[in-house]
């Protein structure tokens, strides 16, 4: 069992950054790929980036690419996603996930558990 609780959210400018953290409980963390989904109002949960349990592999969606980047502290059982040069687009609730196999485009249905999401809002 993973318990995953995100922060970071909040209100930004476009163009600046943010870091979201997602804070994992259950000892088994390190066995998981860890990633990031949003969602935007009206519109269906899209996969963000992706990690493996090693840290060796990350993946991206083409839209944030180049602007996001993923990482990971087994020892502190946090993942993390750090977001420069937002865009009004990137406005979405941001959820955490867990997921058995890292892939380079996760589904809602290759996840394991997932976060309670975190408000990220981007201003013009």
């Known amino acids: 069992q993973v318990q995953l609780v995100e922060s970071g959210g909040g209100l930004v400018q476009s163009g600046g950054s943010l870091r979201l953290s997602c804070a994992a409980s259950g000892r088994t963390f390190s066995r998981y790929a860890m990633g990031w989904f949003r969602q935007a109002p009206g519109l269906e949960r899209e996969f963000v980036a992706a990690?493996?349990?090693?840290?060796?592999?990350?993946y991206y969606a083409d839209s944030v690419k180049g602007r996001f980047t993923i990482s990971r502290d087994n020892v502190k059982n946090t993942v993390y996603l750090q977001m420069n040069s937002l865009k009004p687009e990137d406005t979405a609730v941001y959820y955490c996930?867990?997921?058995?196999?890292?892939?380079?485009?996760?589904?809602?249905?290759?996840?394991?558990?997932w976060g309670k999401g975190t408000l990220v809002t981007v201003s013009s």
């Open positions: 990690i493996s349990w090693s840290t060796i592999s990350t």
């Open positions: 996930a867990a997921a058995g196999v890292v892939a380079s485009s996760w589904s809602v249905y290759d996840i394991n558990y």
